[in-house]
């Protein structure tokens, strides 16, 4: 059972704690490699998404340009963000776009 998230929507946290349908943006990469790994992917300071999908080993973002991108569990504790209200239409249009859903998808995964 996950425990129940106990900030508001302007506190940083990790992309680990994002459950799905969460609306989110990327405040820092922690650690060089890794930032720029997900540099390259989209996923860097600034960038809004949706959280899709947690599974045992991943999560799974859409990004505000469209694509989608999946953070490893292990890496997602690196990756500080701050989850956003979900009334701010401006970060909520783009997301749920249909035509923006079938985007190609990156994967981020460090060497």
Known sequence: MVPERRSTPQTRRSLADARPGDLLEVTHVL???????????????????????????????????????????????????????AAEPAVCAPLLDPALRDAPQLHATPA
Request: with cysteine.
């Open 31 to 85: 650690f060089g490699g890794l930032r720029r790994c997900y540099e390259g992917a989209g996923l860097r300071a600034g960038v809004r998404a949706r959280c899709r999908a947690r599974t045992p080993d991943a999560v799974h973002l859409e990004l505000e340009d469209g694509r989608t991108a999946k953070v490893g569990k292990v890496h997602a504790r690196f990756v500080e963000v701050r989850f956003l209200p």
